[in-house]
């Protein structure tokens, strides 16, 4: 493993981690409905970018663990919100890295449904978190069937234009150090370590704030 990809890697999980710890906070602190789907498609995103860049079995995978623990750095605790990011990643490397089907849109589309059905399953009767386990097989079934499909729909058009995006970067010959450019002037290596050294500022700051 090349130190490349490490830095790939460190970079697009840091993308992913940081629209769930900013643009995820201001969604649930407001509680908008169905916030996951938002998150979800950004997640699968960038996910698709990287895959161009990274194509190897487990990247996805790999840049979602980074996602999360971005995201613990950087935001509340909420066990929930860590095994969505992890199980959409692992899904992601299942149909689009393992399984290789052809359509992405269907690879998007089974990506979603998987990683909602699992996450919702474990987390209910798995790890037994709470807020589950007393909503019972309803919330199961509101958030697989209804926010499920609204990602779903989203990811089939956003995922595909993703790929050609990515794809079209590549034939440029633009680079992972000129695609952090397109977000920061600065080498990816300075874009990759501000991003992480502001979650780890931020996991800081909220650890001597529980302290007082």
């Known amino acids: 493993m090349n130190k490349k990809y490490i830095l790939g890697i460190l970079f697009f999980s840091s993308l992913w981690g940081f629209s769930e710890a900013v643009l995820g906070g201001v969604l649930y602190r407001y509680d908008v409905p169905y916030s996951s789907v938002y998150l979800t498609v950004i997640g699968l995103s960038v996910l698709t970018i990287a895959i161009v860049y990274l194509p190897a079995m487990g990247t996805a995978t790999a840049i979602a663990a980074f996602a999360m623990l971005y995201k ?4 509340p605790f909420f066990a929930c919100h860590l095994l969505g990011i992890l199980m959409m990643g692992a899904c992601y490397d299942l149909f689009f890295n393992v399984l290789k089907l ?3 849109a269907v690879c998007a ?8 059905a699992l996450f919702a399953l474990m987390i209910t009767y798995v790890f037994r978190y709470e807020h589950w386990v007393e909503a019972g097989f309803a919330k199961i079934i509101n958030h697989v069937g209804i926010g499920g499909t609204l990602a779903a729909i989203g990811c089939v058009l956003i995922v595909p234009l993703s ?3 990515g794809e079209w970067l590549r034939r440029r010959q633009v680079r992972t150090a000129d695609l952090a450019g397109i977000f920061m002037r600065a080498k990816p290596a300075l874009v990759t370590a501000g991003m992480w ?4 500022g931020a996991f800081v700051m909220q650890y001597h704030r529980g302290q007082m």
């Open 109 to 116: 589309v089974l990506t979603v449904y998987s990683g909602y």
């Open 197 to 200: 050294l502001f979650a780890v």
């Open 72 to 75: 613990f750095l950087n935001a």
């Open 102 to 104: 052809k359509s992405r």
């Open 163 to 165: 790929h050609s995006f």
